[in-house]
């Protein structure tokens, strides 16, 4: 199979338009650095209708709910591309990106050490993200992300909590 960066004609359409993000993984060059910066802008001003309580219950919800309806459209385009981790699947960058915006403060040094910290660890892959990288089809499209987004996560909450004042 010659690998594609577009949908094949009638098929799985819905799951192309979700693994790239809308059309944001055909962006270049960087698409996910574009999927990532689109997370935060998108977090940072739906997150301004928010009541403060449910910031970080809507942070969770959103982050979970991304990395597993991810899952599916991310095997899809792949099987029908012909590559195994194509580069124009975002959806795992957004799902990533997310976590990575749990209980940050909404303030533009904590989003762009969210934004920063999240990229050098999904481009980085520090052990075990690798190995993640390995599992089958769309889970390890989707885990490597979520781990970078982890690491970016804890070392955000640290900043937060015992250097920023």
Partial sequence: MTPSVTPPANKS????LIAT??????????????????TVLIWWCSSRYLPS????????FAAVLVSLIG???STV??????I????????????????ALI??????????????LFRVFDIMKPFPLRRL?????????????????????VLLQIWSHWFAR
Avoid: C, H
């Fill in 13 to 16: 359409r819905f799951s192309w």
């Fill in 21 to 38: 993000f809308f059309g944001v993984g055909y962006l270049r060059p960087g698409p996910g650095t574009y999927a990532s910066f689109a």
């Fill in 53 to 60: 309580p449910w910031l970080l219950p809507v942070a969770v």
């Fill in 71 to 73: 899952i599916p459209p």
């Fill in 77 to 82: 385009v792949a099987r029908e591309s012909g």
């Fill in 84 to 99: 195994k981790d194509p580069g124009f699947v975002v959806i795992d960058e957004v799902a990533g990106q997310m976590i």
């Fill in 103 to 116: 209980a940050v403060p909404l303030n533009w040094k904590y989003l762009l050490a969210s934004l920063i």
């Fill in 133 to 153: 990288e390995k599992l089958p089809e769309g889970t390890g499209i989707m885990m490597d992300d979520v781990g970078a987004g982890l690491y970016a996560l």
